[in-house]
T-cell receptor
Framework: DQQVKQNSPSLSVQEGRISILNCDYT??????FLWYKKYPAEGPTFLIS?????DKNEDGRFTVFLNKSAKHLSLHIVPSQPGDSAVYFC??????????FGAGTRLTVKP | DGGITQSPKYLFRKEGQNVTLSCEQN?????MYWYRQDPGQGLRLIYY???????QKGDIAEGYSVSREKKESFPLTVTSAQKNPTAFYLC?????????????FGSGTQLSVL
């Protein structure tokens, strides 16, 4: 039962262009959402988060958008850089200590 | 230098053998977690602990056991009852009962079956 879904296993973009990574969730109790970045053979590192009371949060080149009615969030990276190439995980919390993760999207940024 | 340390980085298990994965943190976090990553499936929660001497099962606890005798340590034992143990195991920690906080992850242990 995947409550957090990332339907695109991979994405390839040109350096300098925008990368858009998408995430859908099914549990309406989720009220805090996070994006993590992961390199091979390493643990995920926190990238950006958003609370359900907001619909947008921005941090430098990274912006997360939340559409609660559609149960959808997205991560925008502008401009994309080769160093952004990694696997990106979407995560959600329904309160408490239970965090659910999507399957990840592998982003490749080509020079 | 604060962080989470997982060891070993690679581990091999023989048939019918129990193996233990180590996780240590010096972030003074009360809550610790174990996740399993399989290709194409994201991270699935095995066990978590909000405080010393207490832990709860996650979604896929069968075949695993944990202990939390010290705040800094949360070892995971993969028992012989776990029939498909090959995966990448990630330990994480974070503040308890504060859902607006991120988790911090270790660098992972790759477990393979011989």
């Amino acid at each position: 039962d995947q409550q957090v879904k990332q339907n695109s296993p991979s994405l390839s973009v040109q350096e300098g262009r925008i990368s858009i990574l998408n995430c859908d969730y099914t549990n309406s109790m989720f009220d805090y959402f996070l994006w993590y970045k992961k390199y091979p053979a390493e643990g995920p590192t926190f990238l950006i988060s958003i609370s359900s009371i907001k619909d947008k949060n921005e941090d430098g080149r990274f912006t997360v958008f939340l559409n609660k009615s559609a149960k959808h969030l997205s991560l925008h990276i502008v401009p994309s850089q080769p160093g952004d190439s990694a696997v990106y995980f979407c995560a959600a919390r329904p309160g408490g200590n239970d965090m659910r993760f999507g399957a990840g999207t592998r982003l490749t940024v080509k020079p | 230098d604060g962080g989470i340390t997982q060891s070993p980085k690679y581990l091999f298990r023989k048939e019918g053998q129990n193996v233990t994965l180590s996780c240590e943190q010096n972030l003074n976090h009360d809550a610790m977690y174990w996740y399993r990553q399989d290709p194409g499936q994201g991270l699935r929660l095995i066990y978590y602990s909000q405080i010393v001497n207490d832990f709860q099962k996650g979604d896929i606890a069968e075949g695993y056991s944990v202990s939390r005798e010290k705040k800094e340590s949360f070892p995971l034992t993969v028992t012989s009852a776990q029939k498909n143990p090959t995966a990448f195991y990630l330990c994480a920690s974070g503040p308890p009962d504060n859902y607006n906080e991120k988790l911090f992850f270790g660098s992972g242990t790759q477990l393979s079956v011989l």
